[in-house]
């Protein structure tokens, strides 16, 4: 029995349950959150399981030393897919709100 968390993610067990997971569909989606990737292994554990994974990029504070490392780290995975989070500027210029009155401008 694995003790750690990387450990358990790496075992044969791990890709055996991801196998059942997405058997009959190959189309199913199975998301998994993982700790950020420089903090962490987990996610470079899991990237040699997986097909895709989606980085999440924080707005002005991920910097891109970081963001290539991360990208780097996951080279296992077939396709490293980028979501920004927030974006406090629009294509126009103008601030929006977040989360409050979704959409509309300040």
Do not use: W
Request: glycine share 10%; hydrophobic share 45%; net charge neutral.
């Amino acid at each position: 029995k694995a003790n750690n968390v990387p450990e358990l993610l790496a075992s044969d067990r791990t890709r055996e349950v991801l196998a059942k997971l997405v058997a009959g569909d190959r189309r199913r989606i199975v998301l998994f959150d993982s700790p950020p990737v420089l903090m962490a292994s987990h996610a470079t554990v899991l990237a040699g399981h997986v097909g895709q994974a989606l980085v999440v990029v924080r707005a002005d504070q991920t910097t891109e030393a970081d963001l290539r490392e991360t990208i780097g780290l996951l080279h296992a995975c077939g396709h490293v897919g980028l979501i920004l989070n927030a974006a406090g500027l629009a294509v126009t210029g103008r601030k929006f709100g977040a989360y409050d009155g979704y959409g509309h401008e300040k």
